[in-house]
């Protein structure tokens, strides 16, 4: 392992443009795809030379393209990107949540076909599950497939679709069967958005960006090819994709200890003043110590289940509270950084605030979504009551 | 720094748990209790511990022990959290076991080590003189009269005073804070019966006069000394907490699939769901802090003081919501006395108090942590 680490170092300052080691602005994260626009050549170049090294999905098979890691040593490049201050290259779905997906339900054609594509960043895709009338209940879905010959012919309207209007293929849940129970009509299916049917329509979110879409699907054609796992056997496929969804979510509060986000206590002393070393005010003060105390532990436990994995642990009852845990601390730390902002914390654009000011005021607003999106906090705490605990429906 | 148990470490987990399990449940400590039991534990129960070789988990091996350290301390101290075990555990093979180890002269460990290791002498720390955990505010006072050393003050809340053969006596000296090794009927010592039936005394001393070979490591540096055992303490409490709350929610969640009203579980009504997923999640939490904590002091690493306040913070806040959510989901039950949950109610006050509660930890962590 030492090797691995010294080499892995070497590698990444090498192959690291300088311009790639500073804080990511949002406008800034990679997303890849069709429609992919650099703002800096350097990301690119960084994308194409971790692509070209398998490392933008580390412990994905080589034979696709993947960095072929073990979870150890990916949690050592990990380490050492952090150490470095390296960006992440490419973010997205595809990685985070189909890629996963595919290698475990998808035949081998489909893996062949898809896998290469994400993790180059040359495909973009988004999530077609939700609709205007299948949120928290998603399983009630209704978008409509029907298999003709060899396409299916796909009728519906998805919403919240993040992305949709940047993205290239989707991949949906449909109904297949109206007449069984309505977790056992449901197909899992990977639709090309250049088809004309498919139109996304971008949404505003209350804090100003547009990044999610209502979709609609219009008699559109689906090779049956697309289909990932049995026909009305999408559901399964559904649920574990939404565990990849969760696990990354429920990262972004350790996301946010990455180098350069400025701690909380720096905020606090900043705008609150310094006494002796310590934040001026007490209470606020103590209310930063609650906070950071609590994200301590949280690091704490995912720490102890990923230690728990790599002995040999079958991926037991803690990961079904990270996506809960992190995501409402995450919404907490925002509101302790606009607390203790106070009327910096309040503006919406304009030169009366800073750029970090502002981009705190915006997150702030983003990260409400967190405990919405992927299963809302409630359905986590269902989750975890009845899977869990065995209480009873 | 590993946040998972070392195979030797399990075997004492699972020892300790069928031992507190099969020998001392709840029904012991209710006993002693309503027998207004003079001593407050089970003499015969602390020989057994001791043989099983818990009493020497802090003390070297060239002394007697075995050094096994906080880790496996912790997993003995968490069974007991898990049956509400009264036993000097705390008093003796922690704060007196660590303090002889890593403050005692050869002499004294000599003379006082081998009866701890035996079970046959018990400790107490004499500590506290306030109304709240507070070890630097120390007014006893111990003046040096060139053959020795007066003592002159009180003490309170002094865990296991009223039995302890020695105490450990911190005081005021010329120059800063020193420990004594006082004989336990040299004090003047009122047991103080406490809510959650545990034992702790108030202790006076009125110029009671001791050698120089009382003096338990370094003159006037006694509070370094300190400091190292509190935190080990701290940990130790901690995962006994961890064991009460995690039996206290175990305990509800049980019911909540037992109890049936309009017609159904009440663990069915998705009010009580909730509160019991977020109490999992607390009592996990406090899980991986516990871990962190014994791990750190047994690695001497430096967040070890950071770490125990965590650990102790985290076990405060989730043994009170364990014991207050396990009553009140108990409902009438719950308020009785012939039920048990509401023992573990009453431990979660007494607990959290000891050395330190929430607000001193969160403190203490803020300042260590650079604010
Ligand atoms: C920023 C963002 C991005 C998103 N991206 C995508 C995407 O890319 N693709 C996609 O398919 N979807 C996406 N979603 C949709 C998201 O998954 C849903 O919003 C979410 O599942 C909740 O569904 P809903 O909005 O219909 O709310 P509802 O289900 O109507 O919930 C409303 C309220 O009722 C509560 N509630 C509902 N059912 C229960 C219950 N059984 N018990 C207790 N409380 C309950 C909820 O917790 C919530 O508080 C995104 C959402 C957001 C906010």
């Not at chain 1, 692509?51 to 890691?69: C, E, I, V």
């Not at chain 1, 994400?118 to 928290?136: D, H, M, N, T, V």
């Not at chain 1, 299916?152 to 998805?158: A, I, M, R, T």
């Amino acid at each position: 392992m030492p090797n691995f680490r010294a080499e892995t170092r070497a590698w990444l300052e090498e192959n690291c443009p300088p311009a790639m080691r500073t804080r990511m602005p949002e406008n800034e994260q990679v997303a890849g795809g069709k429609q992919a626009r650099y703002l800096r050549p350097e990301q690119k170049q960084w994308l194409d030379r971790m692509a070209a090294k398998g490392w933008t999905a580390p412990t994905w098979p080589t034979k696709y393209g993947g960095g072929g890691l073990s979870n150890d040593e990916a949690l050592i490049l990990e380490e050492e990107m952090q150490d470095l201050g390296c960006r992440l290259p490419l973010r997205g779905m595809g990685l985070s949540m189909l890629g996963p997906v595919l290698l475990e339900y998808g035949t081998e054609e489909q893996r062949q076909t898809h896998i290469p594509p994400i993790l180059k960043g040359k495909i973009r895709w988004c999530q077609g599950y939700s609709e205007p009338e299948a949120g928290s209940d998603l399983a009630s879905l209704r978008t409509r497939a029907v298999l003709q010959g060899e396409h299916f012919l796909v009728n519906g309207h998805k919403i919240w679709t993040s992305n949709a209007h940047h993205s290239d293929w989707i991949f949906c849940l449909v109904r297949t069967d109206p007449t069984a129970k309505k977790h056992e009509g449901i197909s899992f299916l990977l639709i090309d958005m250049d088809d004309p049917g498919v139109r996304p329509r971008p949404i505003r979110l209350i804090s100003g960006a547009s990044v999610f879409c209502e979709t609609f699907l219009e008699n559109v054609q689906v090779p049956a090819g697309n289909l990932v796992g049995p026909l009305n056997k999408g559901w399964t496929i559904a649920k574990r994709l939404l565990e990849h969804e969760r696990k990354g979510i429920g990262g972004i509060a350790s996301r946010a200890a990455t180098k350069f986000e400025v701690p909380l206590e720096t905020v606090a002393k900043q705008f609150a003043g310094e006494r002796d070393g310590q934040i001026a005010d007490p209470i606020l003060r103590d209310r930063v110590a609650a906070y950071s105390m609590d994200a301590h532990a949280f690091q704490l436990t995912r720490r102890r289940a990923a230690e728990e994995a790599e002995a040999g642990a079958p991926p037991g009852p803690l990961s079904a509270m990270f996506k809960l845990q992190g995501t409402e601390l995450n919404k907490r730390r925002y509101e302790m950084l606009l607390e203790a902002e106070g009327f910096q914390g309040l503006g919406w654009e304009g030169d009366g605030f800073t750029n970090d000011e502002l981009r705190f005021t915006r997150e702030w607003l983003r990260s409400k979504a967190n405990t919405i999106e992927g299963g809302t906090s409630e359905v986590q705490l269902n989750i975890i009551a009845k899977r869990v605990l065995g209480l009873p429906d | 720094m590993p946040l998972i148990l070392s195979d030797e470490a399990r075997m004492v987990r699972e020892t300790a748990l069928d031992f507190f399990r099969e020998r001392s449940p709840i029904t012991a400590l209710r006993k002693l209790r309503d027998d207004n039991d003079p001593v407050g534990f089970s003499r015969d129960l602390w020989r057994q511990m001791a043989e099983l070789g818990w009493t020497g988990f802090l003390v070297d091996e060239d002394d007697g022990g075995s050094a096994f350290g906080m880790t496996g301390l912790a997993q003995v101290m968490e069974a007991s959290g898990r049956t509400l075990t009264a036993s000097p555990l705390l008093s003796t093979a922690l704060l007196g076991a660590s303090l002889l180890s890593h403050g005692g002269s050869d002499d004294q460990k000599a003379e006082y080590l081998p009866p701890l290791l035996a079970g046959e002498h018990i400790f107490a720390l004499a500590l506290e003189e306030g109304t709240r955990h507070a070890p630097n505010q120390i007014a006893l006072t111990a003046q040096s009269d060139g053959s020795g050393y007066r003592l002159n003050g009180q003490k309170t809340f002094v865990l296991d005073g009223h039995i302890a053969n020695t105490l450990i006596v911190a005081a005021r000296t010329a120059n800063g804070i020193t420990l004594f090794l006082v004989p336990g009927d040299a004090a003047t010592r009122k047991r103080l019966i406490m809510v959650d039936s545990r034992n702790a005394a108030s202790i006076r001393l009125d110029n009671v006069k001791v050698s120089p070979e009382a003096v338990l490591g370094p003159v006037d540096q006694g509070a370094a000394l300190l400091d190292l055992t509190l935190d080990r303490a701290r940990a130790a409490l901690a995962a006994e907490m961890l064991g009460s709350a995690n039996e206290a929610f175990d305990r509800t969640v049980q019911y909540l699939k037992d109890r049936k009203q309009f017609g159904v579980a009440i663990g069915s009504f998705q009010a009580l769901k909730h509160r019991a997923a977020q109490m999992f999640c607390e009592v996990e939490m406090t899980r991986s802090a516990v871990l962190a904590a014994v791990s750190a002091l047994d690695q001497n690493s430096n967040d070890a003081a950071a770490l125990v306040s965590l650990a102790k913070t985290k076990a405060n806040d989730t043994l009170l919501l364990c014991g207050n959510e396990g009553v009140q989901m108990h409902g009438g039950i719950g308020m009785t006395d012939e039920h048990e949950i509401g023992f573990f109610m009453k431990r979660s006050r007494v607990a959290q108090a000891t050395f330190g509660d929430t607000a001193f930890c969160r403190d203490r962590y803020a300042r260590l942590m650079g604010y």
